[in-house]
């Protein structure tokens, strides 16, 4: 007789049994009887039924094996979880430390959908220039021509995004059509997403495709230019010296109602002073004022920029106060001109007052500053107080340049301020980046010497 123990044990392994097969049976694949048909449904028991003493044999084989499977450690409740995160690392971070070009394209093509990823610009523009400069153009085509078809691409914003991006890979052709295509995912089109267009072209010197793309801008895409527009292309003008053409642009602007700001009168007062036409540059700044326009910071240095090139510095410092009379502040770019000039003139001491005041008027200086005060106090053989600049300037991690470094290294040997010779060449040899070895070199041979020219 069996026990009570031993029927429940039995009943137990017969149950386990049971569902293995019937797990085992709905795994296999469907033969030409389906499993629940009338042929099963005759037989008394079907083939692989469990039978009585298959259900003694798995008990005893419970029996048996039950130790060791109670020996063996049951998995980590948070291994599973660890492993599911370390697949699941934040695509963002992966992308970052991808390397290969190829897997890089594969996991940013893999996470189209992904709005964490899409409408992050700095992963973008991350992935775009590493592609890029592996020279994957191909791939670079494949990513941004899958992204202009998401819904994102109906956006005008996500889609000059695209175009930037085509720009700094250096595909122009690519960002003129996907402006040009724009219509077939239907985007609309405005000033907004020409003028990106215009600046990749430009920037690519295709000048007849910018200039082309702005003058059919109106009639065959239906945009409405804006002053951004106008002033693309007057700039366009400046750079190539073509400057009554520039000039003309301003005059056309305001055919449709748009009127030239600052920064057409800016841009093209730049350019007449540049190429020493003064009349025209000033005929601009009244032209601005009687206007109503009212210059800004970079109007004012574009003017002291010609009055310095022109070493009429006193004139210069004037109008600097005409500029605090006005309300606007001079920044670095103007104190260093300002101090350029009164050097330049061979007034040294107007242009150490000049340094004072910036710093009393709470403007402090920066490598630029630095880098003019230690190349002229070195030619005017103040050497003492250029060390004392170039110290401060490479403390902060500015360091003039080699060949004023090697004007100061000489001018304190020769005065035999070795000391504040070897303080400088400190200073140099712990930069980063490191200067070559031909620069260290010349460094060191004028420090190993006591007085030049020995």
Known sequence: MLSLGAIRKLCAAFDAVALTVIAAGLSRQPSGRHPFSTAHAHSPHPADFPTIAACRAAVSASKGSGRGRRMQPSPSPTAAPAAAK??????????????????LYELFRANAHNRLLVENRFAFEDTVARLAGARRNDLVEEILEQHKALPQGRREGFVVRIIGLYGKARMPDHALRTFQEMGMYGCPRTAK????????????????????????GS????????????????????DMGELRAAYRVMLEME????QPDVITYTTLMAAFYKYGQRELGDGLWNLMRLRGCEPTLASYNVRIQ????????????DLVRKMYASGIKPDEITYNLIIKGFFMMGEHEMAKTVLLAMHGRGCKPNSKVYQTMVHYLCEKKDFDLAFRYCKDSMEKNWFPSVDTINQLLKGLMSISKDRNAREIMKLVTGRKPSYSDDEMKVFKDIVSHRKTGR
């Open 306 to 317: 010609f009055l310095i090139n022109r070493r009429r510095g006193w004139q210069a410092n």
């Open 86 to 103: 370390e697949e699941e690392q934040p695509v963002l971070v992966r992308i970052k430390h991808e390397r290969d070009p190829e897997r």
């Open 255 to 258: 055919e449709p109602g748009v």
């Open 219 to 238: 009639e065959k895409y239906g945009v409405e230019l804006d002053d951004i527009s106008y002033n693309t292309v007057v700039k366009m003008f400046c």
């Open 193 to 216: 997403s020409l003028n990106a267009a215009m600046k990749v072209l430009i920037r690519a010197r295709l000048f007849d495709e910018a200039m082309q793309l702005f003058q059919e």
